[in-house]
């Protein structure tokens, strides 16, 4: 089973929630993996601390143009869906910017003169650590510099799926946008943490509406959920949206967290919530099988 811990904005706990998850259902002696997709600012390590057993570099397709041999016809530019070829035929220029490039090979179908060829760059790193018995965190690293995540979130997401774990779990970036999609369509069912705040509201619905085009199965967590009002709750009813779990502010929390520490460690209460939250997955999985 693949799960996808994700949100519409940044800082609602989608780590905060993947490390703790991680670590119950580890507990529990299952086999487990765990995929840091946030690949501008990987930090789950700090939390799931491991040996590092591997690491390699991600490369990914950017095309390159012969330009003694192109006539600068501009046909790949205007089917280039990223903008990322300037030409300009009446000057006879061309140009490939490379950060702009997705990779997608469309310029290279196009180019009737085969003018352009496939090149490599370098992107990013995956690294992978144990982290005990049956368990393994795979971390999603991009280069500075770079435009796009999306390489490395798909490499290290095809890295985790050799380890054959019962349960992967996959802590996407924050957003809609591209990095959002290529983590969350590997998913069987994600899992959205928001706040109830005007902002997570707002970027909780964009979220949604991008997982019901994609035909994904969601629900939702609330995460300091004490705070605000009850306008994000009136909505999720409305929507007939599954509130899987309320996890409270509390100032022990954010003192672990801070600190790098996982509250199901150290607060009860919490190893509860998490306990309660795991056991509505697993029935979740189990109604599909069924």
């Not at 930090?43 to 012969?66: A, M, S, T, Y």
């Not at 469309?106 to 180019?111: P, Q």
């Not at 490395?152 to 802590?171: N, P, Q």
């Not at 100032?251 to 509250?263: D, H, M, Q």
């Amino acid at each position: 089973m693949k799960i996808a811990i994700a949100s519409g904005k940044g800082g609602t706990g989608k780590t905060f929630l993947s490390t703790n998850l991680f670590a119950l259902i580890r507990r529990e002696g299952l086999r487990v993996a765990m995929v840091d997709c946030d690949a501008e600012v990987p930090n789950d390590v700090v939390f799931v601390r491991g040996e590092e057993r591997k690491r390699h570099e991600v490369k990914v397709l950017c095309p390159e143009i012969d330009t003694e041999r192109c006539v600068k016809c501009g046909l790949c530019a205007r089917n280039c869906a990223f903008h990322a070829i300037t030409c300009l035929p009446q000057l006879g220029y061309i140009r490939l910017l490379g950060d702009l490039c997705h990779g997608c090979g469309a310029c290279l179908d196009e180019c009737p003169e085969e003018a352009i060829r496939e090149g490599w760059k370098r992107v990013g790193r995956v690294t992978a650590y144990d982290c005990g018995k049956d368990a393994a965190l795979y971390e999603a690293r991009l280069d500075e510099g770079r435009h796009s995540p999306v390489g490395v979130i798909r490499e290290a997401v095809r890295s985790a799926g050799k380890f054959e774990a019962d349960i992967l779990i996959l802590d996407a970036p924050p957003g809609c946008s591209c990095p959002f999609v290529n983590t969350v369509k590997e998913a069987d069912r994600v899992i959205l943490i928001t706040e109830p705040t005007p902002f997570g509201l707002s970027d909780l619905r964009h979220t949604v509406d991008v997982l019901r085009r994609m035909g994904k199965p969601f629900s939702v967590v609330i995460n300091r959920a004490d705070l605000g009002d009850d306008t994000l709750r009136c909505w999720l009813q409305a929507e007939e949206i599954e509130l899987l779990a309320e996890i409270p502010y509390s100032k022990e929390v954010a003192s672990l967290y801070s600190g790098g520490k996982l509250v199901i460690d150290r607060m009860p209460e919490m190893e509860r919530v998490f306990r309660s939250l795991y056991q509505k997955i697993v029935r979740h999985e189990e109604d599909c099988r069924n």
